[in-house]
């Protein structure tokens, strides 16, 4: 597959990416066994030839294992790409998984840019993304702190992830931001009641994370589908055999559309969200070239404003069952 993917500005920004980014999360971290590393770092050269520029990583993911990988399989290409990252947990200084608590405060995150750049070998972050929003620093003083970073020339562009509609706009006053990841997919469509309007005011770019359900609306996941204890999706209501059942139909309606457009669930999904905004940019994640190669053929499909309307009118009429995080988790959401 030689498909040159189109590119696509993030909001009101000069930051020009691929139209589908690479989140890589899952090549060390989250969804069970880990892969191998020599494996993934031939994806990741293997993603930057097939004309990928947006690749997604985070201090927390591993922790500090993800960014190191990311570091070294795209060092010798490091100007030719946009590198992701993120600040914004108390980790275990340590390296063993899990972390104490949310921490934005300005000074922690003066400190942990240092930690970041050098395992992702680099002297400047592309996005610096907030994790999640800490409610106990002012937003304003996170905004700050990451100005400062740019002004420094650590840091290229500012983000946030997942926060509501006042946080980004409080955040914007400050520090302009360049581009908002939370999950959104065609069984999580909360962002378009009052997150996308905002973003187009304020021209933010999208990054939607988990675009394809962590794998649900591919297709290949059931109510017979077991996940180890160490995948994530354990712990998520939503894949319950009972949610994964009620949820199928959104899985059938994507095979059916797909079915006429020669294309796969997947590749459905993908070029439903692409056809939103053309500021919108998802990262779905892929430890398999067949899968990566799959994900980036969505660039090529162009669903009419029929299809568009019949995808949509379809999925109004389907109730999706089950929470997306368990309680704990999304306690720390859309603050």
């Known amino acids: 597959m030689e498909t040159k993917i189109p590119k696509r500005k993030l909001g009101n920004s000069n930051l020009e990416v691929s139209a589908i980014g690479l989140g890589c999360m899952g090549m060390n971290f989250s969804y069970g066994a880990i892969p191998d590393k020599k494996e993934m770092i031939y994806l990741l050269h293997k993603a930057v030839k097939l004309g990928v520029t947006f690749f997604d990583t985070a201090e927390v993911y591993g922790p500090f294992t993800n960014e190191e990988l990311v570091g070294e399989a795209l060092s010798p290409v490091r100007h030719d790409v946009v590198i992701a990252t993120k600040f914004g947990?108390?980790?275990?200084?340590?390296?063993?998984?899990?972390?104490?608590?949310?921490?934005?405060?300005?000074?922690?995150?003066?400190?942990?840019?240092?930690?970041?750049?050098?395992?992702?070998?680099?002297?400047?972050?592309?996005?610096?993304?907030?994790?999640?929003?800490?409610?106990?620093?002012?937003?304003?003083?996170?905004?700050?702190?990451?100005?400062?970073?740019?002004?420094?020339?650590?840091?290229?562009?500012?983000?946030?992830?997942?926060?509501?509609?006042?946080?980004?706009?409080?955040?914007?006053?400050?520090?302009?931001?360049?581009?908002?990841?939370?999950?959104?997919?065609?069984?999580?469509?909360?962002?378009?009641?009052?997150?996308?309007?905002?973003?187009?005011?304020?021209?933010?770019?999208?990054?939607?994370?988990?675009?394809?359900?962590r794998g649900f609306l591919t297709g290949t996941i059931n109510e017979n589908t077991t996940f180890d204890k160490t995948d994530f999706r354990s712990t998520v209501p939503r894949f319950t055999p009972e949610n994964l059942k009620a949820n199928q139909a959104v899985v059938d309606l994507l095979a059916q559309v797909a079915k006429r457009k020669n294309a796969t669930s997947a590749q459905i999904a993908l070029a439903w969200l692409l056809a939103q905004k053309p500021w919108i940019v998802p990262i779905p994640g892929t430890t398999r070239l067949k899968r990566l190669e799959e994900n980036l053929g969505a660039t090529s499909i162009e669903l009419s404003a029929d299809e568009l309307q019949e995808i949509r009118t379809a999925v109004d009429n389907i109730a999706i069952a089950g929470n997306r995080y368990s309680e704990a988790t999304q306690k720390m959401i859309n603050r």
């Not at 840019?113 to 620093?137: F, G, M, N």
């Open 89 to 213: 947990f108390n980790l275990n200084p340590d390296g063993s998984p899990g972390w104490s608590g949310l921490n934005s405060r300005p000074e922690h995150i003066k400190e942990v840019v240092e930690a970041s750049l050098k395992r992702l070998k680099t002297d400047y972050i592309d996005i610096y993304y907030q994790h999640r929003v800490d409610p106990e620093v002012p937003i304003e003083e996170v905004a700050g702190a990451v100005q400062d970073l740019i002004k420094a020339g650590k840091v290229k562009y500012f983000g946030l992830s997942e926060a509501g509609v006042q946080t980004i706009r409080r955040a914007h006053a400050v520090q302009p931001v360049t581009a908002l990841q939370s999950e959104y997919s065609l069984w999580w469509r909360e962002p378009e009641d009052e997150i996308l309007p905002t973003l187009e005011e304020l021209g933010i770019g999208f990054v939607p994370f988990s675009p394809l359900g």
